[in-house]
């Protein structure tokens, strides 16, 4: 990372305000000052601003769980986004959710400003699992069960992977479904074609680690290393 970014984001200050206490002579790498904005760092060198040395983390890993009516974005211009409901907690992190839901669906969304992480968990080769929370207007049947495992055909044609659909053995519009890609509004395709509706739709888990059941909707915290291991690809089954 460069030392003007470094700075900038441990400080959380511009990086023209990081460069200008770079080449005035504020800024020290192990020991030596340094006034040039652009030096390299590998991490392991200790960064001293104005006597305070800095720390800062590469990348931030956010659990969300987003309520109705929030789109699932960076920025919207009619509509509060995902990234709004943290009311300016990271103010220089380019944030933007690793996957989407509906703006009428809840759950789990997870923030990132790291594009490799995200690319990772979405890619359909990774197959890393999603896991839902359905409530149907009319109930689950075992001919839907063995459509989602055989794999449902959409009404433009194309295949879905096959799903798992585990009913409820207490309520019987009320479902779990674990997906294994990602297609837009594709529960609610799938269901549609079953001549089913789906009234809620909750994400509880992506790969091995569910929703923290602390977090209230609209509420956030950061994911832990130990977290994020679960949610890396080949770790969902930790």
């Not at 990772?120 to 197959?127: G, Q």
Request: aromatic share 6%; proline share 7%.
């Amino acid at each position: 990372m460069r030392l003007d970014k470094f700075v900038a984001q441990s400080l959380q200050l511009p990086r023209s305000a990081a460069r200008t206490l770079i080449t005035k002579g504020r800024v020290t790498v192990d020991g030596q000052v340094c006034k040039k904005a652009d030096t390299a760092l590998s991490g392991s060198e200790t960064v001293v601003a104005e006597g305070k040395a800095l720390t800062c983390q590469q990348f931030v890993y956010i659990m969300l769980n987003k309520p109705k009516g929030v789109v699932s974005a960076s920025t919207d211009r009619r509509d509060r986004t995902v990234v709004d409901l943290l009311e300016g907690a990271y103010p220089r992190r380019e944030l933007f959710p690793a996957g989407r839901l509906d703006k009428t669906s809840t759950g789990f969304v997870l923030l990132t400003d790291d594009g490799a992480f995200a690319h990772a968990i979405l890619s359909p080769r990774r197959h890393v699992p999603k896991t839902y929370r359905v409530e149907l207007d009319t109930p689950v049947t075992p001919a839907m069960v063995t459509a989602f495992a055989q794999g449902v055909t959409l009404a433009d044609g194309q295949a879905m992977k096959p799903a798992d659909l585990i009913p409820d053995p207490e309520n019987p519009l009320a479902a779990t479904v674990v997906l294994h890609q990602g297609v837009y509004h594709q529960i609610k395709r799938m269901f549609g074609v079953l001549d089913a509706g789906v009234n809620e739709l909750h994400r509880q888990a992506i790969g091995g680690l569910a929703l923290d059941p602390a977090l209230a909707p609209g509420q956030w915290r950061p994911i832990t290393e130990e977290e994020l291991a679960r949610l890396a690809p080949g770790g969902q089954n930790a």
